[in-house]
């Protein structure tokens, strides 16, 4: 059955509305699907209340027992993962295929993470007869955190999972354009035996409620993922309050296409791969540099299978590519298409958008686009792919990392020399080789330069929930202390 929950905010184990509410929308229709309750000062001073009294109770849990209950939850989405993902793709646009494998992938990051809270080890450092230093790692305190929209279950459960394994207490803002996502896992949660106040999850003006939380001193995280402007913008906030950040936010996707591989099967991989989530993915690949034996080839496939991707209602289950989220997207999309073609750009594939309701836009292919378009800087996110052709790998790793960004990147190569080079001299925090999948629960995730800093996932993840504390012990007291500390 389809299951679009009942919109509220759940703070202090109870779900919650308020008074004024915003419209949630079907991108595949325009619809208005539900009606999300906006929290205001009363609601966000009850989540920091609640979430301070979940902190006392949830820190001095055990690791093991922490380690279940995440473990509880993971399995109640797994088990209605069915019913979910419906309701991801109606507020997301996403095919039904995509948003069922959200809901695993959810529950993968919850399932490494409840590993990981049972492994935070500290360490003892060797030093004089005497005296011991021990090197703790204790949860931070409250966390403060924000996800968007382009992946509705799995962005939250990264921020709750790293939060909750740590042994934090969260207040989730989770994206007004699409809440269900977030809803179910509290909803797991609640059902797997969480105590209260330690998952709190609202809804309202990102901006008044980052300005609200962001600046209390019982905020000790903020963890955000969403454009480097706006990751910007709370990096300054949290700064004036002294909290340390997490920050993974936009990249631009370098694939440097070497000429040992087959160009046809890299082509049809990548324009398929540009599809997913209808590239509203921060790690979509975008900047296509392949090198010039093989570019003809390449931008065939790639042309050829952009074109093929089915377009439509991710609710019907031969769709391949749903609606962008939002009718922002759009906008964006066309202004950076039309100025890249007004500089010279050729339109490989895509390009017009069809009539009627609904945010489509075609998977669009752009080959040899000048360095002055804009798309060449400004990340699309969106179905929108850029195939420029280089003479050899020195001038592809230039040009991979001429931008500020540097989050995903991606090499199709046989050659153990190639990625040796590639290893050396891309700046990304994460690259592929012969695949276009970047993040994986078991490996950090996150970025460089303006793509953010911090990780996820791995054994890395948990670390920026914690604060280290350090423990020195000496066995006996100094009978004999001297002003310096030194012997006589
Ligand atoms: P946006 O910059 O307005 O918002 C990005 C995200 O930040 C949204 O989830 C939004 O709710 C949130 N946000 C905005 N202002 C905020 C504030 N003052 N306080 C707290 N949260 C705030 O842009 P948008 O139109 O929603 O998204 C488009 C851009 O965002 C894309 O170009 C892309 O770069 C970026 N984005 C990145 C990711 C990612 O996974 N890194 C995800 C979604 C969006």
Redesign the pocket.
Known sequence: MTDYPDLQLFIDNRWRRTTESLPVLNPATEEEIGRLPVAGQAELEDALDAAERGFRIWSRTAPRIRAQIILKAASLLRERGPMIAPSITMENGKPLGQAAMEVVRGAEFFEWDAGEAQRLYGHVVPSAPGIRYTVLREPAGIVAG?A???FPLS?PARKIAGALASGCSIIL?A??ETPAGAIHIARAFQDAGLPAGVLNLVFGN??E??SYLIPQDRIRVVA???????GI??TEMAARAMTPVLM???GHAPVIVCDDVDPVVAGRMSAARKARNSGQ??TSPTRFFVMEKNFDAFAKAFAERAAAVRMGNGLDPSTEMGPVANH?RIAALDALVEDAIAKGARVLAGGARPNGPGYFFPVTVLADVPGDARVMRE?P?GPLAILNPVRDIDEAITCANALPFGLAAYGFTHSAANVDRLTAGIEAGNLSINTLEASVAEVPFGGVKFSGHGREGGAEGLHHYTVVKTISHKMELDPEPTVSGAKP
């Open positions: 924000f968007p929209w382009n962005q803002k994206a007004e990102p901006a409620i980052s955000f993922t969403g454009s480097t402007a706006v913008h709370l993974e936010l936009g993915v921060c922002r990340e996110f």
